[in-house]
């Protein structure tokens, strides 16, 4: 059974820092790419940042750029994700997703997402 399981969410107050853990099980960790997508209420959820299986190489939303590390350890089978700098407007749920490709926008599996609160 494939599972994706995030924790590390929480309330924050304005310009604090979290990380984020996505611990996968059920597929061959190393062979996908994980990503880290969120929903803020009455809007479209939006692609955060993505770490390709491989080569590693990672992407990032404009809006998180300069303010959010991913990161992956292929020995946990988890992928972090460092968040600083933190604003109110970065207040949503949180998910990370499996796939083969950061490329892909259908994503194979998906966590049950956590919510992240930043205070002003």
């Known amino acids: 059974e494939v599972q994706l399981v995030e924790s590390g969410g929480g309330l924050v107050q304005a310009g604090g820092s979290l990380r984020r853990s996505c611990a996968a099980s059920g597929f061959t960790f190393d062979d996908y790419a994980i990503g880290w997508f969120r929903q803020a209420p009455g809007k479209e959820r939006e692609g955060v940042s993505c770490?390709?299986?491989?080569?590693?190489?990672?992407y990032y939303a404009d809006s998180v750029k300069g303010r959010f590390t991913i990161s992956r350890d292929n020995a946990k089978n988890t992928v972090y994700l460092q968040m600083s700098s933190l604003k109110p407007e970065d207040t949503a749920v949180y998910y990370c997703?499996?796939?083969?490709?950061?490329?892909?926008?259908?994503?194979?599996?998906w966590g049950k997402g956590t919510l992240v609160t930043v205070s002003s």
């Open positions: 770490i390709s299986g491989g080569d590693g190489a990672t």
């Open positions: 997703a499996a796939d083969k490709s950061c490329s892909d926008p259908h994503m194979d599996y």
